[in-house]
């Protein structure tokens, strides 16, 4: 085999490889819609004070540089579209909550290389009902994956985020 046809073969497995760790599954704004069943409601803002910042830093482990997160709510059910970090890019995820528990989870864009398994619904599936217990933990145990153990944390810690968020601004 010649060098010029190694070379092709490693730019063109590099590419598909650059294109796997970024896919979109779903886009937020197709989430939001079948999350509530109708058209996409005008998004919110959740301005976050000291103590918003302080409990999702608790949450996360490390700092959170936003001012404020966008949500869309309907009748007391609010969708929020969260980012985290896995290894080394963000996961975005939509989380719909409906009467204080998560109704579901979905990966919307995945960008890391491996561990993109949490996208399957044999994953996501394990956070539905799920609820913040008031040490803000969930009510359930979430089984890992091999191998994506910071995806799995990522997309667990974001559902901590969504269940706290709610409960600030579906207040009974």
């Given at each position: 085999m010649k060098l010029t046809q190694i070379l092709a073969i490693?730019?063109?497995?590099?590419?598909?490889?650059?294109?796997?760790?970024?896919?979109?599954?779903?886009?937020?704004?197709?989430?939001i819609s079948q999350a509530f069943n109708a058209p996409t409601p005008k998004a919110k803002?959740?301005?976050l004070d000291d103590e918003a910042l302080k409990v999702i830093e608790e949450i996360l482990s490390h700092k959170y540089k936003k001012l404020r997160v966008r949500y869309w709510q309907q009748e007391g059910?609010?969708?929020?579209?969260?980012?985290?970090?896995?290894?080394?890019?963000?996961?975005?995820?939509g989380i719909h909550v409906k009467?204080?528990?998560?109704?579901?989870?979905?990966?919307?864009?995945?960008?890391?290389?491996r561990g993109d398994e949490v996208r399957h619904d044999f994953f996501t599936d394990q956070f539905k009902a799920a609820k913040l217990n008031k040490d803000l933990?969930?009510?359930?145990h979430i089984d890992g994956i091999?191998?994506?153990?910071?995806?799995?944390?990522?997309?667990?810690?974001?559902?901590?985020?969504?269940?706290?968020?709610?409960?600030?601004?579906?207040?009974s």
């Open positions: 490693a730019i063109t497995l590099t590419l598909s490889f650059a294109v796997l760790a970024n896919s979109q599954y779903q886009a937020p704004k197709a989430f803002v959740f301005w059910e609010t969708v929020w579209i969260l980012d985290e970090i896995g290894k080394e890019s963000p996961i975005t995820v009467e204080k528990q998560i109704a579901q989870t979905k990966v919307l864009i995945y960008r890391e290389s933990t969930l009510d359930r091999t191998g994506a153990t910071l995806s799995v944390r990522a997309l667990t810690k974001l559902s901590r985020i969504a269940l706290w968020l709610d409960s600030r601004v579906t207040r």
